[in-house]
């Protein structure tokens, strides 16, 4: 496979594995050791196919338009967030991708469903600080006293936290997007999913 950026990777992964639904990429895109924190499915490459062939299994999408919203980059690590329909409901889901040598190593993600009729694409400011917008994001999450901060990634203005959040006894894994301009964080907005109790792994979800 051509040598591409990490970004890109995960674009072709979403377009060519999770849409077309493609399986016999997998060798291609996903490592031998790929770790799932995914709730949703299990450790390796057999884990994805298992998932794959259960999407085989549903009707093909009807979409016009990419359920791809956003994708950031940050050194080896990768942010998808998608809006999709799915059995009758909207769902976002917040991918977080770790790479290496050129292929999907490892992956978190949080799925909430939603009731907007519609999502549009986030747009990046490149031209923005994103090493100064991380410090100043990570700083005010660390004040948080029902919240612990486990990865902070940005690419431009625009800064994704994912972090632990109990509510009234109950633990979410959550990510946080948000835009920040002038030293101001304005929340764009928040996806998050119950950490259950059991998984089809050991890797934790976070």
């Not at 939603?114 to 100064?132: C, K, M």
Request: hydrophobic share 40%.
């Amino acid at each position: 496979m051509e040598t591409i950026s990490n970004k890109a990777l995960v674009a072709q992964f979403y377009k060519q594995i999770i849409g077309q639904r493609n399986e016999t990429l997998i060798d291609t895109y996903v490592r031998e050791d790929y770790i799932q924190h995914s709730p949703a499915g299990k450790d390796g490459r057999e884990g994805l196919r298992e998932m794959i062939s259960f999407l085989k299994t549903l009707p093909p999408s009807t979409e016009k338009t990419s359920p791809v919203k956003l994708l950031l980059e940050d050194g080896d690590m990768v942010a998808g967030l998608l809006y999709i329909s799915f059995m009758g409901k909207q769902m976002l889901v917040l991918d977080l991708f770790r790479l290496h040598n050129g292929q999907l190593a490892e992956h978190w993600d949080a799925v909430q469903e939603v009731d907007y009729p519609e999502f549009n694409v986030l747009v990046i400011d490149l031209n923005a600080n994103a090493d100064t917008n991380k410090h100043l994001v990570k700083a005010k999450y660390e004040l948080m006293e029902d919240c612990k901060v486990y990865r902070v990634i940005g690419e431009g203005d625009i800064v994704i936290i994912q972090l632990e959040h109990t509510e009234q006894g109950v633990r979410f894994a959550r990510y946080d997007i948000l835009r920040v301009k002038d030293e101001m964080l304005d929340l764009v907005l928040s996806v998050k999913q119950k950490i259950p109790d059991v998984m089809m792994h050991g890797n934790g979800m976070l």
